[in-house]
T-cell receptor
Framework: DTEVTQTPKHLVMGMTNKKSLKCEQHMGHRAMYWYKQKAKKPPELMFV???????INESVPSRFSPECPNSSLLNLHLHALQPEDSALYLCASTQPGTNQPQHFGDGTRLSIL | KNQVEQSPQSLIILEGKNCTLQ??????????LRWYKQDTGRGPVSLTIMTFSENTKSNGRYTATLDADTKQSSLHITASQLSDSASYIC?????????????FGTGTRLLVSP
């Protein structure tokens, strides 16, 4: 079992839908991440939150909107996605200022119709 | 440009055999190098993490080595098991970006055959 929990595990949505991905961790980590991973490719960084503040946005289209309501939760709000946005979306967390590895969730498999 | 290249791209070995995966990086300076295992449909799981001053780190049947002079790392798997079938990703953490931006390798897909 992973210590970073992501829901839902699978999501199918149309291009006009609005949905949200959720991520939760209870390890006391103060840095949380969203990654996008296409098949047979390494994860690509999308957003980083540090101490609940957005610190990195890797030029992600505005149809992806992150939110960090508190130190344990991370959301990714989706709206008007494109078919090329279909991918595995991974959440990760770590403690800033340490050499701890990032702990990843098992991801949400997103399919855009 | 910071890059991490891995070889081979894919590998098939028989159960019980050993194998070695390679990682070459241009990231410099860096604070640590990590190896992750990613099972199909799952998130990556950390196997080892080495600072720039460490040469080797073991985790059960997994042993990672680091040569900071040649900018190479390897992951050796001993007595492979079917459950070792996965993608193995080498990840380097540059100094400066700290915990925020990691440089991911291209991955090696390992299949352990019975």
């Amino acid at each position: 079992d992973t210590e970073v929990t992501q829901t839902p595990k699978h999501l199918v949505m149309g291009m006009t839908n609005k949905k949200s991905l959720k991520c939760e961790q209870h390890m006391g980590h103060r840095a949380m991440y969203w990654y996008k991973q296409k098949a047979k490719k390494p994860p690509e960084l999308m957003f980083v939150y540090s101490y609940e503040k957005l610190s990195i946005n890797e030029s992600v289209p505005s149809r992806f909107s992150p939110e960090c309501p508190n130190s344990s939760l991370l959301n990714l709000h989706l709206h008007a996605l494109q078919p090329e946005d279909s991918a595995l979306y991974l959440c990760a967390s770590t403690q800033p200022g340490t050499n701890q590895p990032q702990h990843f969730g098992d991801g949400t498999r997103l399919s855009i119709l | 440009k910071n890059q991490v290249e891995q070889s081979p791209q894919s590998l098939i070995i028989l159960e019980g055999k050993n194998c070695t995966l390679q990682c070459n990086y241009t990231v410099s300076p860096f604070s640590n190098l990590r190896w992750y295992k990613q099972d199909t449909g799952r998130g990556p799981v950390s196997l080892t993490i080495m600072t720039f001053s460490e040469n080797t780190k073991s985790n059960g049947r997994y042993t990672a080595t680091l040569d900071a002079d040649t900018k190479q790392s390897s992951l050796h798997i001993t007595a492979s098991q079917l459950s070792d079938s996965a993608s193995y990703i080498c990840v380097v953490s540059p100094i400066g970006t700290g915990f925020q931006k990691l440089v991911f390798g291209t991955g090696t897909r390992l299949l352990v055959s019975p």
